[in-house]
């Protein structure tokens, strides 16, 4: 199983994402976080404009878009919804991105997800 992943930020139109490259470790720690969540019933809310959440693409396909509490999973051909009432792992990603974007950009996404703030 691959374990190396991208991770972007979905913020600008017509604008490439900022992206970064996860560890292997972390790669594989953030998909067994995201497996561990409770199964959701809830679709990911329209975000509208601006912040729309973090995408983790791995090596081997699967890919998973976080936003807000719910966490979308796209394996294999199939999709799970899974729930993160605490946005643990949104929370984390926005943690990680820190060390990857421009202060001012990071600035700007810190306060959009606090923004989105149920």
Excluded: C, I
């Excluded at 994402?17 to 560890?23: D, E, F, Q, T, V």
Aim: charged share 25%; no cysteine; hydrophobic share 40%.
């Amino acid at each position: 199983m691959a374990t190396a992943a991208r991770v972007s930020v979905d913020l600008f139109s017509g604008r490439e994402a900022p992206s970064w490259a996860l560890s292997d470790e972390d790669a594989r720690a953030l998909r067994e976080s995201m497996n561990a969540l409770p199964e959701g019933k809830r679709a990911l809310p329209d975000p509208g404009l601006g912040y729309r959440g973090f995408t983790v693409t791995w090596a081997d396909g699967a890919k998973a878009t976080v936003y807000r509490d719910v966490v979308q999973v796209v394996e294999g051909g199939r999709t799970s919804l899974h729930e993160d009432a605490p946005r643990a792992v949104e929370s984390r990603l926005l943690s990680a991105s820190k060390a990857h974007l421009d202060p001012q950009l990071f600035s700007m996404v810190s306060s959009q997800v606090q923004a989105a703030q149920p």
